[in-house]
Nanobody
């Protein structure tokens, strides 16, 4: 599954950014789409995911600030990031998998994601 992200950039703390990602896969490989991130010197972690039934999953650190959504007709997933903090800085990767949202983050550790993007950099300054 090819995935192309856009929307990263630099912003001051408290600001907002919106990431977009369009996938080329079929309805099974893109059943759940979402985002992982990797901060400098840290391991990759799940951020948010949304499945075709509307189920969502969020990391505790972004709940109430980030909103994940999708347009299934366009095979596109979005991440609206508000009230950004310096600790949100990192490379954000779009991904997809044939799973419900609750199982999305676990696919990273089992290396069973169907799609993975090239990443887009988000930098939040204090």
């Amino acid at each position: 599954v090819d995935m192309v992200e856009s929307g990263g950039g630099s912003v001051q703390a408290g600001g907002s950014l919106r990431l977009s990602c369009t996938a080329s896969g079929d309805r099974y490989s893109t059943y759940c789409m979402g985002w992982f991130r990797q901060a400098p010197g840290q391991e990759r972690e799940g951020v948010a995911g949304v499945d075709r039934d509307g189920g969502t999953a969020y990391a505790e650190s972004v709940k109430g600030r980030f909103t994940v959504s999708r347009d299934s007709a366009k095979n596109t997933v979005y991440l609206q990031m508000n009230d950004l903090k310096p600790e949100d800085t990192g490379m954000y990767y779009c991904a997809s998998a044939y799973t419900v949202a609750d199982g999305f983050f676990g696919r990273l550790s089992t290396q069973s994601l169907d799609g993975w993007g090239q990443g887009t950099l988000v930098t939040v300054s204090s």
